[in-house]
């Protein structure tokens, strides 16, 4: 029983940054928390299933920042030259 508390509460836990709404339709707590906990298999959600009953993800996923630029220097005053 308490393994699986720890597997629900894990699949709740693993995706909270996101948000999703539905466009132009009305909809309630429950049902969102419904689709989300019928669209997440292992702890991951599913984008494909999200979209399938109607939500639409409006924060995306988390992405890899982006590497910086590299410094131009300018060819005279690089040191050591």
């Known amino acids: 029983m308490l393994l699986g508390i720890v597997l629900v509460m894990a699949a709740c836990s693993a995706d909270t940054e996101r948000q ?3 466009v132009n339709e009305k909809y309630t707590t ?3 928390r419904r689709d989300h906990a019928e669209c997440s298999k292992w702890g991951k959600l599913d984008d494909a299933c999200m979209r399938s009953r109607g939500w639409v993800d409006v924060t995306g996923p988390k992405s890899k920042a982006p590497e910086p ?3 131009y220097i300018p060819q005279g005053s690089r040191p050591g030259r």
């Open 30 to 32: 429950a049902e969102f």
């Open 20 to 22: 999703w709404m539905k």
């Open 69 to 71: 630029e590299p410094r």
